[in-house]
Every structure is written in structure tokens, then in C-alpha cells.
């Protein structure tokens, strides 16, 4: 088993009212990842999710293209220590 960590991403570009919490929802359980997605006041997307390394990184790449109305400029990873927090994989509203 790999071993397990956390990373905290925001998506910065058109990515509010385009479906993209949904789209990021759908992903992570796929990936069967932990964690919660939200959007933020700037316009941004914060995702912050728990798993194996290999499924985060495979989520990651998924953020940097989203759903098909979302023009994703850049997303910023900080990668950190599990935590176990989360129950399962969230929106935020």
C-alpha cells in the first residue's frame, strides 16, 4: 500500500458556475479519496483531499483540465501529512 497523504490544490481561472465542485465530487470518489471541494470569495476553487499518493496526483491532473465550460489557468498544490479528518469526499457550500 502506498502511503498516504494530503494535498490542498486552488484552481484559479474560470472555474465557478461551470460545474467544476461537482466535477471534482465525481472524481475523488472515483479515486476513492477523502476531503471536501469549495469555492472561494476570490473566484477560485480549494480542493483539499486525503488518500494514496497515486490517486492525488491522478485528481491533481484531472483539476488542471475540469469539466468542459471551466478554463482552468493554474492549480497550486501544497502537499502535506495525512490527517484522517474527513469521512468521505464533500462539496462545500
Do not use: H
Request: net charge negative.
Amino acid at each position: 500500500m502506498s502511503e498516504l497523504v494530503s494535498v490542498q490544490a486552488i484552481v484559479c481561472g474560470d472555474v465557478q458556475g461551470v460545474f467544476f465542485r461537482a466535477f471534482v465530487s465525481e472524481v475523488a470518489e472515483e479515486l476513492n479519496l477523502t476531503g471536501y471541494v469549495c469555492n472561494l470569495p476570490s473566484g477560485n476553487v480549494e480542493v483539499r483531499a486525503e488518500g494514496e499518493e497515486q490517486p492525488l496526483e491522478k485528481l491533481i491532473s484531472r483539476l488542471k483540465v475540469g469539466p468542459p465550460a471551466a478554463r482552468v489557468r493554474q492549480v497550486i498544490t501544497d502537499w502535506s501529512e495525512y490527517t484522517g479528518e474527513y469521512a468521505g469526499f464533500r462539496i462545500k457550500y
